[in-house]
């Protein structure tokens, strides 16, 4: 679970810094899958012509770097549509996730993309010490993450954006930058994870990942996300990754068929929003109540 945990996680504290504005990436496991694919041709054209010694590792650094490059343009271009042109997250998301699906099939002509040096794997399959490498690209991660939401000025402007977007605008900060920046770390939340994937898998597919779209979003609400935006925390979000995974790998073995662990996911993320439903409606009914009261009082 430490091995398969951290790629999964990493897309949902992407998913999470976009859902905190109040918007969604729909395509981010297929940027995965298309900056995994890219990176996965540098590094197989370059091996199969017999690299060897140090040269491998300046080959795993030329693919690591195109997996990240393609990650930032899918990136950018969810980014700049959704900030500067100002269509709906959603409807953005939406087509460039069928856009880097179709590049990602057309590249790899629906088979898989393998041949890799031992070194790169070892990115997803290493240990250091008694921990796996994996589990510790995603603690990583995970602190500069809530570092930079929690004590940085573009964190507080992406929680601010998420409350009020217009209030965020008036107050002199530059929204469009803020938002692309959002959809850019997601992008590299995305290349971490297909970096993981392509390694642990010692191949790139295209649908590497795709069912993680669904539990991302699931983990993320699961982990208190408001799903309208503005507030989001890192601890709940990788306390939720954690249930997840220990969930879907239990039920895997005890036998249940893959196909009932997806409609278990289904059924939690509709859980969690009709929890969080009931508890802001009774939150609400209890602020209500304090301001009749106080009205009250006062006349």
Do not use: H
């Amino acid at each position: 679970m430490a091995t398969q945990m951290p790629e999964l996680g990493l897309i949902a504290l992407g998913m999470m810094v976009v859902i905190i504005t109040g918007g969604i990436d729909l395509s981010i496991t297929f940027t995965a899958a298309l900056s995994g694919i890219v990176g996965a041709l540098v590094l197989s054209s370059g091996y199969s012509a017999g690299v060897e010694g140090t040269a491998v590792l300046f080959l795993i650094v030329r693919a690591l770097l195109a997996t990240l490059i393609t990650a930032l343009i899918c990136g950018f271009v969810n980014g700049f549509l959704v900030s500067y042109v100002g269509v709906s997250p959603i409807l953005v998301t939406l087509g460039t996730m069928t856009l880097f699906e179709g590049l990602s099939v057309w590249l790899t002509k629906g088979g898989a993309i393998s041949g890799f040096p031992e070194q790169y794997q070892w990115i997803g399959n290493g240990y250091l010490g008694f921990i796996p490498v994996p589990i510790l690209i995603f603690i990583v991660f995970a602190v500069l993450t809530g570092i930079l939401l929690e004590r940085t000025a573009w964190g507080r402007s992406v929680y601010m954006f998420g409350c009020n977007s217009v209030a965020t605008y008036f107050s002199g900060i530059n929204t469009k930058k803020v938002v692309m920046l959002v959809y850019l770390y997601a992008a590299v939340m995305a290349a971490m994870a297909a970096i993981i994937m392509t390694s642990r898998y010692n191949s790139a597919k295209v649908d590497y990942g795709s069912s993680y779209l669904l539990q991302s979003v699931a983990i993320v609400v699961l982990g208190g996300t408001d799903i309208a935006g503005g507030y989001g925390k890192v601890v709940g979000t990788v306390v939720a990754a954690g249930i997840v995974q220990v969930l879907s790998s239990g039920l895997n073995l005890i036998g249940i068929n893959r196909f009932i662990v997806d409609v278990t996911m289904g059924v939690l993320l509709i859980a969690v929003l009709l929890l969080n439903y009931f508890i802001s409606k009774r939150r609400q009914g209890k602020e209500v109540k304090i301001e009749q009261k106080k009205t009250s009082i006062a006349t």
